[in-house]
């Protein structure tokens, strides 16, 4: 088995797909986690070239949202897109690393991405509230 299917379950990667369709049916924002076993190198550079590979810098509200870790590493980023950003708290993507960063602590990896990712759409849903029309811009599965 490789780490990355060590990280997760298949059963803990279908609950982390569902919490993803959960918090992206409340708004137009799109959500996405990249796992990989190491981001050789600056962290922060792999993860910005993720969000360009995964093309979540094409949503038509510049409001894609990345959650990007590298295993070995033992990192992860969360990024979000120039029109997120622009209308979040200052302390938003610090919060959401917090909690998501104290379940990864414990070992507790699933639960850390599904309430990371159910806090950020609750913020999503505030700036970015779905509606009649809005389509599923990028997938929900887990990128590896």
Known sequence: ??????????????EVVAAIRKAESHTSG??????????????????????????????KEDNGVLIYVAIDDRQ???????GINK????DFWETTKDVIASRFKKGEFKAGLVEGIL???K???EHFPW???????????ISK
């Open 30 to 59: 799109e959500i996405r986690v990249h796992i990989e076993k190491t981001s050789k190198g600056n962290i922060w550079d792999r993860a910005m070239e993720v969000f360009h590979l995964l093309k979540m810098d094409n949503t």
């Open 119 to 121: 806090k950020a759409g």
């Open 76 to 82: 992860f980023v969360i990024y979000g897109d120039k």
């Open 123 to 125: 913020e999503l849903q």
């Open 87 to 90: 209308v979040v708290p200052k």
């Open 131 to 141: 509606s009649e029309g809005d389509v599923n811009e990028l997938s929900d599965k």
């Open 1 to 14: 088995m490789s780490k990355i299917e060590e990280f997760l379950t298949e059963e803990e990667e279908a």
